[in-house]
T-cell receptor, first 115, second 114 residues
Framework: GAVVSQHPSRVICKSGTSVKIECRSLDFQATTMFWYRQFPKKSLMLMATSNEGSKATYEQGVEKDKFLINHASLTLSTLTVTSAHPEDSSFYIC???????????FGNGTRLTVT | AQKITQTQPGMFVQEKEAVTLDCTYDTSDPSYGLFWYKQPSSGEMIFLIYQGSYDQQNATEGRYSLNFQKARKSANLVISASQLGDSAMYFCAMRVYNTDKLIFGTGTRLQVFP
């Protein structure tokens, strides 16, 4: 089956630093990747849609300068949380699709804690 | 706009009993898919079952079945013969194919007791 690897699984950083989260499709090429954020005991909120070779499309209310998304290749998308603050602490999950309308495959998520 | 609603924040069920988790949705797009995912405390999203908007029959996958009522815009998940390992968060999600985005409901926490 299709595997999506997300790294790191947990990260703790100090306020003001930047953190990069990687999402890799291991055995397929992903034309599109999606980034979600989940607050404790809440739903997954779509942050942005990332297509290889083009700029990410952000959902309303998501700061594009705060959450930088780069989809540099068909197997890798990165989310960088810039100048992180405690309110950015959350669970971030990526998902990838091989082609439009094909099944989504999720990474195992990254738990970010900003101190 | 698309919307998914799960009105049950928490549900309890006894082991070996069946349980229904409710989900209603709203979209004006005729082509969409409905999904259920399980999220244990470890956080990963586990795909359970899928129903396409044009599917005539209700989807089934082992102990999971989806009660799809298109006119009512509901897609309830039925888990038969509940097991202790079924305790988790359950999310209903909708994917509208003109955007390909997957949108989630607020989730239902299911607890199975002996």
């Amino acid at each position: 089956g299709a595997v999506v690897s997300q790294h790191p699984s947990r990260v703790i950083c100090k306020s003001g630093t930047s953190v990069k989260i990687e999402c890799r499709s291991l055995d397929f090429q992903a034309t599109t990747m999606f980034w979600y954020r989940q607050f404790p005991k809440k739903s997954l909120m779509l942050m942005a849609t990332s297509n290889e070779g083009s700029k990410a499309t952000y959902e309303q209310g998501v700061e594009k300068d705060k959450f930088l998304i780069n989809h540099a290749s068909l197997t890798l998308s990165t989310l960088t949380v810039t100048s992180a603050h405690p309110e950015d602490s959350s669970f971030y999950i990526c998902s990838a699709v091989k082609e439009p309308r094909s099944p989504l495959h999720f990474g195992n998520g990254t738990r970010l804690t900003v101190t | 706009a698309q919307k998914i609603t799960q009105t049950q924040p928490g549900m309890f069920v006894q082991e070996k009993e069946a349980v229904t988790l409710d989900c209603t949705y709203d979209t004006s797009d005729p082509s969409y898919g409905l999904f259920w995912y399980k999220q244990p405390s470890s956080g990963e999203m586990i795909f359970l079952i899928y129903q396409g908007s044009y599917d005539q029959q209700n989807a089934t996958e082992g102990r999971y079945s989806l009660n799809f009522q298109k006119a009512r815009k509901s897609a309830n998940l039925v888990i038969s013969a509940s097991q202790l390992g079924d305790s988790a968060m359950y999310f209903c999600a909708m994917r509208v194919y003109n955007t390909d985005k997957l949108i989630f409901g607020t989730g239902t926490r299911l607890q199975v007791f002996p």
